[in-house]
């Protein structure tokens, strides 16, 4: 079986990098259809596939595009589709990103889990793919790889000067069982808020990157410690880097099982590795 949802779900917010307010129209999609955005802005309002190979900038989110059309910073929603179950879904969306929201995909989570999903029947055997040999890929000491594995598992280190962060490290294991994952990625991942270093605002956003980061959608932490806490996990941040990592690689359409480890990674590189993980499969 696939799943879509059963109604649909609208959110609008302010895009982290644009600062354009934009909004989110989730709708039900056929099976096997898979996740896919429509930028209903545009004439002709153009179809971008949530694949691996419409991924066209991973500088701090993860775009996608097809033609002059693009939408950027994708990884949290598409993160809480596949986690809460949902195979096909068509996401209308009015502008260039996705509203960033609270800084983290509790929102999106909330919304699926309240429309609830519909099971959709699928011709043959749905086969989930295994990893059979390690895939890596690395710059500098940052690496990302996917291990051969009983269960998949998602396994993050991040290590900072600023004591308030240090080394962290985090790891998550969705079950087999759909109602079990949905609830452990809600609770135990998909809280975890976008972070970003008290030094570097400002040089961003002169390169015009997080036109529409706030203390409201965004954690901050300089020399002294958190800007604005409190954190809702000690180790907010890597935990949120997992979750990064789950949207980038839900660009495979249907997840592999593997150990999915990485190590001070970024976009760029969890979408080496996804494509990685496409020529091997």
């Known amino acids: 079986m696939q799943h879509t949802i059963a109604t649909e779900i609208t959110q609008t917010g302010v895009g982290l990098h644009s600062g354009v307010s934009t909004c989110v129209r989730i709708l039900p999609a056929n099976v096997e259809s898979g996740r896919y955005f429509v930028r209903v802005d545009l004439p002709e309002t153009p179809i971008i596939p949530a694949q691996v190979a419409a991924v066209s900038q991973t500088v701090l989110s993860t775009q996608l595009g097809k033609g002059e059309a693009s939408v950027r910073t994708v990884e949290h929603l598409l993160a809480a589709l596949a986690a809460m179950g949902v195979d096909n879904a068509r996401i209308e969306i009015d502008g260039p990103e996705v509203p960033l929201l609270d800084g983290s995909a509790a929102i999106w989570t909330d919304s699926i889990a309240q429309v609830e999903l519909v099971s959709q029947f699928v011709t043959g055997d749905k086969v989930i793919p295994r990893v059979s040999e390690p895939i890596w890929v690395r710059q500098g000491d940052a690496f990302a790889c996917a291990l051969p594995a009983a269960e998949t598992r998602f396994t993050y280190g991040i290590d900072f000067d600023l004591p308030a962060i240090g080394n962290q490290w985090h790891s998550w294991s969705p079950t087999s069982n759909l109602l079990k994952a949905r609830e452990s990625f ?63 690689l839900s660009l495979l359409g249907v997840l592999p099982c593997a150990h999915f480890l990485a190590y001070k990674a970024s976009h760029n590189l969890h979408i080496q590795l996804a494509q990685r993980i496409l020529d091997q499969l």
């Open 186 to 248: 809600a609770t135990e991942i998909a809280t975890a808020r976008t972070f970003g270093l008290l030094h570097q605002i400002e040089q961003l956003q002169q390169s015009g990157l997080i036109k529409g980061g706030s203390l409201e959608n965004a954690l901050v932490c300089g020399p002294e410690g958190w800007v604005n806490p409190p954190l809702r996990y000690a180790n907010e941040p890597v935990r949120h880097k997992i979750l990064d990592l789950v949207g980038d």
